[in-house]
């Protein structure tokens, strides 16, 4: 466990499965209209039981899309029965601070026995509160972090900390990559997860320095005649 893909494009999804290298996928309201998301919630079903089945058995998170702590609670029920891989994302508060999202989120995961992934956190104060209340998952928007101002290395490391000296069971997830760089920084900051767009994966793999010595390997193979 270690990189997961932030995509519902399925062509990506199984190129990077095929490699073995991701080990989970993530999706939000926003990378699934811009992928082109269509057919409401019938669509997004299809969808999301064809990438859950590409993906099992690692984990697939789907955001609910409402705010409303009835409408989480069924939608969170509901579309974890889809797949038994599936993952409910759910944002830490809501549009407006509303503070019902924490005990959605506590219910979930102690009553229903559903994974919750808590989204769309900045620090590492709410993250450490969502793993309190039970998540599974906290994903720490570590981009978005470093765009205002704030140096993401230094949550995930108080992050880390603090799920360990707690013994809490939260995996700590990495989302909003900006630079390939990223990737190993944060990993080696202390977390578990970092959610990548398919382009950061191929940045990480091909290297011009490689392509040089490859093409210097299969030119000396063929002056030798081998
Ligand atoms: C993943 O779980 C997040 O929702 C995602 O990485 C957010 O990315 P963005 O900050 O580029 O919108």
Known sequence: ???????????????????????????????????????GMKGLK?????VARIVAPHPLSVE??????????????????????????????????????????????????IRINVTAMMSAQQCFLA???????????????????????????KLRYLLDRYQLKAKIILASTREILNVIEWLCAGADIVTVAPNFIEGMIVHPYTKETVQMFLADAAKAGH
């Not at 299809?46 to 064809?50: I, Q, T």
């Not at 038994?84 to 005990?103: C, R």
């Not at 309190?132 to 998952?137: H, K, P, R, T, V």
């Open 1 to 39: 466990m270690a990189i997961y893909l932030d995509t519902s494009n399925i062509d990506e999804i199984r190129k990077y499965t095929k490699m073995g290298i991701i080990s989970g996928v993530t999706t939000n309201p926003t990378i699934l209209h811009k992928e082109g998301a269509s057919g």
């Open 46 to 50: 299809e969808k999301m039981l064809e």
């Open 64 to 113: 609910v899309t409402t705010n409303h702590r009835e409408g989480m609670i069924a939608q969170a029920k509901e579309i974890a029965g889809w797949a038994k891989n599936i993952v409910i994302k759910i944002t830490v508060h809501g549009p407006n601070g509303e503070l019902d999202n924490m005990s959605v989120i506590h219910e979930l995961e102690t009553k229903h026995d």
């Open 131 to 157: 793993a309190l209340a039970g998540a599974s998952y906290v994903s720490l928007l570590g981009g978005r972090v470093n765009n205002m101002g704030y140096n993401s290395i230094e949550e995930v490391k």
